[in-house]
């Protein structure tokens, strides 16, 4: 007996091993995803604190931070250009007919493909016919 009993310890003190090793796993792990939380925390405040600054100071900005708000303002008049070149282009409705044209000969296109198609399917019917013909002679 004393074999079983030493057998049933070990087996006993790996299972609890192994779940001490679960628990600290699982700590770690919320641990791990906390850490990501208050990271991104830090980020969005550091992207608050450049906003503010930005805001305050983007118009004159200290040495070190001029680069950076040149880039913003840069950033701001190509989206302001971009805005406004997208209002022209949803404004311009005189190429209506136009994209009327080009649907319809994409249609005609598209027919003339299925028409292809099916003749291809066709005549592969009819080889394939002459093939299993000969096969059997």
Do not use: W
Not at 98 to 120: G, N, P, Q, R
């Amino acid at each position: 007996m004393g074999f079983f009993d030493n057998l049933k310890s070990k087996a006993t003190d790996l299972a609890q091993s192994g779940v001490a090793q679960s628990k600290r796993l699982a700590e770690i792990a919320k641990l791990k995803t906390a850490n990501l939380g208050e990271e991104d925390t830090i980020k969005k405040a550091y992207i608050e604190i450049g906003k503010l600054y930005y805001a305050e100071m983007g118009h004159a900005p200290d040495g070190a931070y001029a680069a950076a708000c040149e880039k913003i303002t840069a950033a701001k008049a190509a989206i302001e250009a971009n805005n406004d070149r997208i209002a022209e282009l949803k404004a311009d409705t005189d190429n209506t007919d136009e994209v009327e044209e080009v649907k319809a000969e994409a249609a005609e296109v598209v027919e003339d493909m299925k028409e292809t198609a099916a003749e291809i399917i066709d005549e592969a019917k009819d080889f394939a016919d002459e093939v299993v013909e000969e096969i059997k002679e």
